[in-house]
């Protein structure tokens, strides 16, 4: 997916710089010395998100051309039976966001922690809203079970007060995911009051929010810290897993893939599979076996639900 130059070393007059906004076709890159420099790629290349180190040449002042994209460290896409969508590149973090209300999607959370397992991306489940005291006890209820599997949850009132959420975005590049209605804005707005992202309201009937974010920005929280919103989680599709690797996308299961009596055991019937012989015994919770073969089912493992984002 990415282009890259066979010379390590940069060209004689190129700069370098790293994607701070994308806008379809026409990205932002912000150089070295904090220029903004207005890019396009060459030619019809593509594959370009938020988050990349690229090389670029100037064209004239404040426009230039994406030349090449500098190795990535790591890359968060989703894809379905027809493309892929970048949504972000050396992230080192994705912080979950879900909400006391309205209701949120436990499909979501499963299928952005498989995306992220093979990337080495750490994770943060935030769930905001928590001044909302019965239903922060229902959502936790939920959420007690991705605790238990070593991710930390973290609750907050981003209207109120988000300083707990600082010291985990210290020395991350972070991107945000959750569905609209979350607070995914509002949490950012307050974070960096310039941002300035437009948020809305949410309908309690159809218990959904609305779709605010228009464009992938990034903005830097410190000297060493930077969190990318995106508005490109809407389906949030893993066609691009190979059913035989969907299992590693599931942490739990690790420590018994390999002891299976069989060596393609796709964890499903087969006898002496030793995944559901943890689950029986306890190990693991039957949820997230039922999570990995609904995806497993699947012949698009991209998300069905028109909410999310």
């Given at each position: 997916?990415?282009?890259?130059?066979?010379?390590?070393?940069?060209?004689?007059?190129?700069?370098?710089g790293?994607?701070?906004a994308?806008?379809?076709?026409?990205?932002?890159v912000?150089?070295e010395?904090?220029?903004?420099v207005s890019?396009?790629?060459?030619?019809?290349?593509?594959?370009?998100?938020c988050?990349?180190?690229v090389?670029?040449?100037l064209t004239?002042s404040g426009?230039?051309?994406?030349e090449?994209?500098k190795?990535?460290k790591?890359l968060?896409?989703r894809?379905?039976s027809?493309?892929e969508k970048?949504?972000?590149?050396n992230v080192t973090q994705i912080?979950i966001?879900?909400a006391?209300?309205?209701?949120f999607?436990e499909?979501?959370?499963n299928r952005?922690?498989?995306a992220?397992?093979?990337?080495n991306?750490?994770?943060?489940i935030v769930?905001?809203?928590a001044?909302?005291a019965?239903?922060?006890?229902?959502?936790m209820?939920?959420?007690s079970?991705?605790?238990?599997l070593g991710?930390?949850?973290l609750q907050?009132?981003?209207?109120?007060?988000?300083?707990?959420?600082?010291?985990?975005?210290?020395g991350?590049?972070s991107v945000?995911a959750?569905?609209?209605g979350?607070?995914?804005?509002?949490?950012?707005n307050?974070l960096?009051p310039?941002?300035?992202r437009a948020?809305?309201?949410?309908s309690?009937a159809?218990?959904?929010?609305?779709?605010?974010?228009?464009?992938?920005?990034?903005?830097?929280?410190?000297?060493n810290?930077?969190i990318?919103?995106?508005?490109g989680?809407q389906?949030?599709?893993?066609?691009?897993i190979?059913d035989?690797?969907l299992a590693?996308g599931?942490?739990?299961?690790?420590?018994?893939?390999?002891q299976c009596k069989?060596s393609n055991?796709?964890?499903?019937?087969?006898p002496g599979?030793?995944?559901?012989?943890a689950?029986q015994?306890?190990?693991i919770h039957?949820?997230r076996?039922?999570?990995y073969h609904?995806l497993?089912?699947q012949?698009n493992?991209?998300?069905?639900s028109s909410d999310l984002i």
């Open positions: 997916m990415s282009i890259h130059r066979k010379n390590a070393k940069n060209s004689v007059g190129y700069l370098i790293q994607i701070v994308a806008y379809g076709r026409h990205f932002s912000e150089t010395k904090g220029e903004i890019c396009v790629m060459r030619g019809k290349k593509g594959g370009v998100a988050g990349d180190r090389e670029l040449q004239t426009q230039g051309v994406i090449a994209i190795p990535r790591s968060l896409y894809s379905d027809f493309k970048i949504i972000a590149a912080i966001v879900v006391a209300v309205p209701s999607s499909e979501l959370i952005c922690l498989v992220v397992e093979s990337e991306i750490e994770v943060l769930l905001n809203k001044d909302l019965e239903p922060t006890r229902a959502a209820d939920i959420l079970l991705y605790r238990e991710y930390p949850v907050l009132s981003a209207l109120k007060d988000i300083s707990a959420l600082r010291p985990y975005l210290q991350h590049l945000l959750g569905q609209s979350m607070g995914k804005s509002t949490l950012l307050e960096i310039q941002a300035k948020t809305a309201e949410i309690v159809l218990d959904s929010g609305c779709h605010t974010t228009t464009h992938s920005q990034l903005y830097h929280v410190d000297a810290s930077d990318i919103d995106s508005p989680i389906e949030y599709g893993l066609n691009h190979k035989e690797n590693w599931f942490i739990e299961f690790h420590s018994y893939i390999g069989f055991c796709r964890h499903t019937r087969e599979c030793a995944v559901m012989l689950v015994a306890g190990k039957r949820k076996l039922d999570f609904r497993l089912r012949d493992l991209s998300c069905s």
